[in-house]
């Protein structure tokens, strides 16, 4: 019986001393965090160190200037080349087809045909405006409007006859892309800007309509 009580007073008597160290540990440990802190606090006063700055915070912070990197001037639109014969030949079917249309009571697709040939020969007897574009550290600037990166997706080249076409697609529903005129000169400058905010879009099959619009599609390989 005495035996079986010493073993048990040794149990409490050990399980005693280890809380009392563990409880000596957490105060050691609070301390030392106290100390540690008191000492960081007296290094920012003096100037010692300075305090750890919020990484995301810093990120929001961040300010791009909108300094011009690339400008360039070209024409604001592809020009048409006006052919009387071309033209008479044009307005002649598009009169059968309103004269049909007239039958049948389509009065708003007479409309549109009528506003179409008014707008080819305004653009094939008028010249392009000339205007200037710039590549910015913040977007593309045109017509006095500012572009920026985060509404882009993508660019490519393209080149009809002797023109060469810039087209950016945004992420924008109007206007879903960017068309630019350029010359074989500044092409280089301007992919080289591009590249390193925007992909490269790679076609593999082009459409027929934009082939008619804006023409050959120019992979990056021979860019």
Known sequence: MNK?????????????????KEAALEKAKKQAIENEKNDRRRKVVKGEVQLEKDSLVEEEKKVVQNIKLFEWEAPDRYEISYNTKYFMIIVALSLVLILLLAILGHYFLMVAIIAMLFLIYVLGTTKPQKVTHRVTARGIDTGNKLYEWYIMKNF??????????????TKL????????????????????????????????KQGWLEKLNFGEYIPLDKV
Request: no cysteine; net charge negative; proline share 2%.
């Open 156 to 169: 490519y080249f393209t080149k009809k006859q002797d023109q060469l076409f810039l087209i950016v697609d």
């Open 173 to 204: 529903n109007l206007p879903g892309a960017l068309l630019f005129l350029l010359s074989e000169k500044d092409k280089d400058a301007i992919f080289v800007l591009l590249q390193d905010k925007l992909l490269y879009k790679d076609i593999r």
């Open 4 to 20: 079986e009580l010493n073993d048990l007073a040794k149990i409490i008597s050990g399980e005693m001393a280890l809380e009392k």
